[in-house]
T-cell receptor, first 120, second 110 residues
Framework: QVQLVQSGAEVKTPGASVKVSCKAS????????IHWVRQAPGQGLEWMGC????????YYAHRFQGRVTLTTERSASTAYMELGRLTSDDTALYFC?????????????WGQGTLITVSS | QSALTQPASVSGSPGQSITISCTAP?????????VSWYQQHPGTAPKLLIS???SWPSGTSNRFSASKSGDTASLTISGLQADDEAHYYC??????????FGGGTKVTVL
């Protein structure tokens, strides 16, 4: 069955960067967008951006423009989310999720989440 | 763009029906042509519940139904069960090829 397996939890200091991986299996990786969604403790879901592994096209939420970079490594069926200039407000659970062949399709499979803690 | 507006909480007794609303922001950035719903139990990843209006992914019970009128979408849970106790999020695609979620609604089964 379709699976997205994310890298483990990390603790970062303010101002640092973090890179989270998301390894996909049991489907053709390049055919589906990968989205990134985060959830601060006790809060709701926040969409960050998405990437097409086929074309490399990326779309970012306005508030993350310039601070987040989405990439993929097609040979490894893996997507990456790098977030820079971390502050305590970035402490959250970060999810990757599979979309569809187009940006407007829903997120039908989700990774288990990666907890990023930003603390001095 | 602004998040979609949902009530913070809704509750009901087993067997009852409840409805969760989801309202688009007034800035018209959200197409609201396609509204989807996600369910999240504590400590787990969200799960796609309904894709657009009444398109159920495999595994979703038909006790869940969705509707939309103007700038308001709704999720109805019929025959409420204990396992329905979770957070529910609406989401919509925007004109800028981005996505936006609602703030989430906590459903409590009394």
């Amino acid at each position: 069955q379709v699976q997205l397996v994310q890298s483990g939890a990390e603790v970062k200091t303010p101002g640092a960067s973090v890179k989270v991986s998301c390894k996909a299996s049991a489907y053709t990786f390049v055919d589906y967008y990968i989205h990134w969604v985060r959830q601060a403790p006790g809060q709701g879901l926040e969409w960050m951006g998405c990437i097409s592994p086929h074309s490399g096209d990326t779309y970012y939420a306005h508030r993350f423009q310039g601070r987040v970079t989405l990439t993929t490594e097609r040979s490894a069926s893996t997507a990456y989310m790098e977030l820079g200039r971390l502050t305590s407000d970035d402490t959250a659970l970060y999810f990757c999720a599979r979309g569809g062949p187009h940006t407007y399709e829903d997120l039908d499979f989700w990774g288990q989440g990666t907890l990023i803690t930003v603390s001095s | 763009q602004s998040a979609l507006t949902q009530p913070a909480s809704v509750s009901g007794s087993p067997g009852q029906s409840i409805t969760i609303s989801c309202t688009a922001p007034s800035d018209e950035s959200t197409t609201f042509n396609s509204v989807s719903w996600y369910q999240q139990h504590p400590g787990t990843a969200p799960k796609l519940l309904i894709s657009d209006v009444n398109s159920w992914p495999s595994g979703t019970s038909n006790r869940f139904s969705a509707s939309k009128s103007g700038d308001t979408a709704s999720l109805t849970i019929s025959g409420l069960q204990a396992d329905d106790e979770a957070h529910y999020y609406c989401s919509s695609y925007t004109i800028r090829r981005t996505w936006v979620f609602g703030g989430g609604t906590k459903v409590t089964v009394l």
